[in-house]
């Protein structure tokens, strides 16, 4: 090769070389620094898409999780309101029993009238007060809670009826079922009979509606669970793809250092060479 000063290939390339050394060192650095692998797209374009499609999925499914409890509570709202409809019932049963009685007097058995019918107020009240998020618990139209990953296909919709609590509908079964009517219940000793009748297949009602009830207590539950599960094995491939390797980092970082190193003593190296061009002309 020929001596010459207009341009020093060697230095050109020594240049280069050092610049490309310290663009791949800074990105070792960055990615320590940060603790991600891909802070632009142009680390990894394809990694980066499928990445922030999982933590879109991700979203979707802790967002789902928390719908599938949010109906659980409000199943276990009606549930629980259930319950003390039960508990009302059962006394309304010892009423009746007792009413039937032949030795009462027509005043004991107006006395246990009347906390009959506080009783059948009560239900009713229930019925009409019990909320959950400001939303009336017991209604015959379907609630929706939808379980998604974000896709079409990954979307469940459970359409959830809980029915209606009146005097008029005790143990109104979700599948649409009208319960049994106690709004015109007059408790005498002559009706007693029949009243208690009446009141026991309410008890059987309302235990029917309380077994659907946990039945879909225990869907929505699954349901949760499920989406939980898919998120944190989701959470685990999106940060496998993010995610710095430190031991692959580390490497690159001393493999950069001593690179810029030697990248900066070739160029002084090369730049020198040049010099040596005065002594011929000494």
Same mark, same amino acid.
């Given at each position: 090769?020929?001596?010459?000063?207009?341009?020093?290939?060697?230095?050109?390339?020594?240049?280069? /070389?050092? /610049?490309?050394?310290?663009?791949?060192?800074?990105?070792?650095?960055?990615? #320590? $620094?940060?603790? &991600?692998?891909?802070?632009?797209? =142009?680390?990894?374009?394809?990694?980066?898409?499928?990445?922030?499609?999982?933590?879109?999925?991700?979203?979707?499914? %802790?967002? *789902?999780?928390? /719908?599938?409890?949010?109906?659980?509570?409000?199943?276990?709202?009606?549930?629980?309101?259930? $319950?003390?409809?039960?508990?009302?019932?059962?006394?309304?049963?010892? #009423?009746?029993?007792?009413?039937?009685?032949?030795? #009462?007097?027509?005043?004991?058995? *107006? *006395?246990?009238?009347?906390?009959?019918?506080?009783?059948?107020?009560?239900?009713?009240?229930?019925?009409?007060? %019990?909320?959950?998020?400001?939303?009336?618990?017991? *209604?015959?139209? =379907?609630?929706?809670?939808?379980?998604?990953?974000?896709?079409?296909? @990954? %979307?469940?919709?459970? =359409?959830?009826?809980?029915?209606?609590?009146?005097?008029? &509908? !005790?143990?109104?079964?979700? @599948?649409?079922?009208?319960?049994?009517?106690? $709004?015109?219940?007059?408790?005498?000793?002559? @009706?007693?009979?029949?009243?208690?009748?009446?009141?026991?297949?309410?008890?059987?009602?309302?235990? /029917?509606?309380?077994?659907?009830?946990?039945?879909? !207590?225990?869907?929505?539950?699954?349901?949760?669970?499920? =989406?939980?599960?898919?998120?944190?094995?989701?959470?685990?491939?999106?940060? $496998?793809?993010?995610?710095?390797?430190?031991?692959?980092?580390?490497?690159?970082?001393?493999?950069f250092q001593v690179l810029s190193q030697t990248g900066i003593s070739a160029l002084a190296q090369a730049n020198s060479v040049q010099q040596e061009i005065l002594k011929l002309l000494q």
């Open positions: 090769m020929s001596l010459g000063i207009l341009t020093n290939v060697a230095a050109t390339y020594a240049e280069n /070389n050092l /610049n490309q050394t310290q663009g791949s060192l800074q990105k070792v650095l960055q990615q #320590l $620094s940060s603790g &991600s692998r891909i802070n632009s797209g =142009a680390d990894d374009a394809a990694g980066l898409a499928v990445a922030d499609g999982l933590a879109a999925n991700e979203a979707a499914l %802790t967002q *789902s999780a928390q /719908n599938a409890q949010n109906g659980v509570g409000l199943l276990q709202t009606a549930d629980g309101a259930l $319950s003390q409809v039960t508990n009302l019932l059962n006394r309304a049963v010892t #009423l009746a029993t007792e009413a039937a009685n032949g030795t #009462l007097t027509a005043g004991q058995v *107006s *006395s246990a009238d009347a906390e009959y019918q506080n009783i059948l107020t009560e239900i009713g009240n229930i019925g009409s007060t %019990t909320n959950f998020n400001s939303s009336a618990v017991f *209604s015959a139209t =379907a609630t929706n809670f939808v379980v998604s990953d974000g896709t079409t296909a @990954g %979307t469940t919709t459970f =359409a959830d009826t809980i029915g209606v609590l009146t005097t008029a &509908s !005790i143990g109104t079964a979700t @599948g649409g079922g009208a319960g049994e009517d106690l $709004s015109a219940s007059t408790l005498t000793a002559a @009706g007693a009979a029949a009243e208690l009748a009446k009141i026991t297949t309410a008890i059987a009602d309302v235990a /029917n509606q309380r077994g659907t009830i946990g039945a879909n !207590i225990n869907q929505l539950n699954a349901a949760a669970s499920v =989406a939980s599960s898919e998120q944190v094995n989701l959470s685990a491939a999106e940060s $496998s793809i993010r995610s710095t390797n430190y031991g692959q980092a580390t490497s690159d970082l001393a493999k």
